[in-house]
């Protein structure tokens, strides 16, 4: 049977029927702007954040306490699905997804930054150089600067040494 948690904001989480003291009025939950479910306990200044499912995950029969490093993850990706079956450890902690760019990358491209209006594109090279960036070029346009990176990337996949311009 699945119980339903209201939330302050009219929001609805679902969790497993053994979880119904997390509904007694005392925790005032909340979406957190990382898209989580959470409330604080206690006072200034022993205040505790407690997150919705990293505390049903502990609860889970034959699971231990989290480490402060460990991360639990909803299986199909819904924060408010909160049930048990939905929740598993996260093995591995990317801090960037495999194909994606940072965070502060304002070009939109990989390897390229820019550079008041023109765009600069750099690649790394760690075996010739240790690691330091080599500079590829500034170019009036975003694309035209990461057509330079992947075509050097291209070239260091093949082999080939890159020169700095």
């Given amino acids: 049977m699945v119980f339903y948690l209201p939330l302050h904001s009219g929001k609805v989480v679902e969790?497993?029927?053994?979880?119904?003291?997390?509904?007694?009025?005392?925790?005032?939950?909340?979406v957190h702007s990382d898209n989580f479910v959470c409330c604080v306990?206690?006072?200034?200044?022993?205040?505790?954040?407690?997150?919705l499912h990293r505390i049903i995950y502990e609860r889970t029969p034959g699971h231990t306490r989290l480490l402060q490093r460990q991360q639990v993850e909803h299986i199909d990706k819904n924060p408010f699905n909160c049930q048990r079956k939905n929740l598993r450890l996260r093995r591995k902690h990317f801090k960037k997804p495999p194909g994606s760019l940072f965070r502060n990358n304002t070009s939109g491209y990989p390897g390229v930054s820019r550079y008041g209006c023109q765009f600069r594109a750099f690649i790394r090279d760690i075996r010739e150089r240790g690691g330091k960036n080599i500079y590829?070029?500034?170019?009036?346009?975003?694309?035209m600067a990461a057509a330079a990176y992947q075509e050097?990337?291209?070239?260091?996949?093949?082999?080939?040494?890159i020169r700095d311009r």
């Fill in 136 to 143: 590829l070029g500034t170019y009036p346009l975003g694309e």
């Fill in 152 to 161: 050097a990337k291209e070239r260091k996949a093949r082999g080939e040494k």
């Fill in 41 to 51: 306990i206690g006072r200034a200044p022993h205040k505790k954040m407690l997150v």
């Fill in 15 to 30: 969790l497993c029927d053994d979880d119904d003291d997390l509904a007694d009025p005392q925790f005032h939950w909340y």
